[in-house]
């Protein structure tokens, strides 16, 4: 039983130390895409892009989408890692996390690095969805840092918003789509922050309109 237990802290140990270390590679590279996405909107009205040559606006845009593009696949392969570390346990994590990269790598080669991403993206998507059904039901079989029921569905709101958001990125030339993603985003991540930020008042509210029910 002792080594069981002990066995139980070294699993944890190891799945706290993958949180903080995907926690702060993901805080990295949004920095990074914020920093690259300001400095280019600035540089694009202060440089009057808008007013150059249609070949020189053109060369400008495919530079910034360069500079930027490595930091967007980094960050779609850490929510390809992200979404399934709440299924599943660290050893089986890492197997998946190469798995996925490899399959990133065999679709960029035989189609094209947007097909890629997109897969990637996709597969986080349908993964997120069953996480954030599984939460809403209240399963105890999720691998999440933090208790409560509203903390945990909120976290899952917002991993969802995350993908989108980056989905969305890809999809811009989609107007309709475009919209509709940004929207859906919108919602869900600010419902998630409410939930995860303000999870006792939000539980003090259903309690309030459960005791209230006749």
């Given amino acids: 039983m002792l080594q069981d237990m002990?066995?139980?802290k070294k699993a944890a140990g190891r799945a706290g130390a993958l949180d903080y270390w995907l926690i702060l590679a993901t805080a990295g590279v949004l920095f990074a895409v914020s920093v690259i996405c300001v400095y280019g909107m600035f540089y694009y009205k202060l440089a009057l892009v808008e007013q150059l040559p249609p070949a020189e606006k053109a060369a400008y845009l495919n530079t910034m989408n360069g500079v930027i593009a490595p930091f967007i696949i980094g960050l779609i392969l850490l929510l390809g890692i992200c979404v399934p570390k709440r299924l599943l346990p660290a050893s089986w994590l890492?197997?998946?996390a190469a798995a996925l990269t490899v399959s990133a790598g065999v679709l960029s080669w035989r189609l094209d690095i947007?097909?890629?991403?997109?897969?990637v993206l996709?597969?986080?998507l349908i993964l997120q969805l069953v996480v954030l059904a599984m939460a809403v039901a209240g399963s105890r079989r999720l691998h999440f840092e933090k208790s409560g029921y509203w903390v945990r569905v909120g976290s899952s709101l917002i991993h969802l918003g995350l993908i989108l958001f980056v989905l969305d990125l890809l999809l811009y030339r989609h107007l309709v789509l475009h919209l509709f993603l940004f929207w859906?985003?919108?919602?869900?991540?600010?419902?998630?922050?409410?939930?995860?930020?303000?999870?006792?008042?939000?539980?003090g509210i259903?309690?309030?309109r459960e005791n209230t029910q006749p």
């Avoid at 985003?185 to 303000?198: D, I, K």
């Fill in 94 to 96: 890492y197997r998946f």
């Fill in 122 to 124: 996709a597969a986080s």
């Fill in 114 to 119: 947007t097909a890629a991403l997109t897969a």
């Fill in 6 to 8: 002990q066995n139980g």
């Fill in 184 to 203: 859906v985003t919108t919602g869900a991540s600010v419902l998630g922050m409410v939930f995860c930020f303000y999870a006792s008042a939000v539980a």
């Fill in 206 to 208: 259903f309690r309030r």
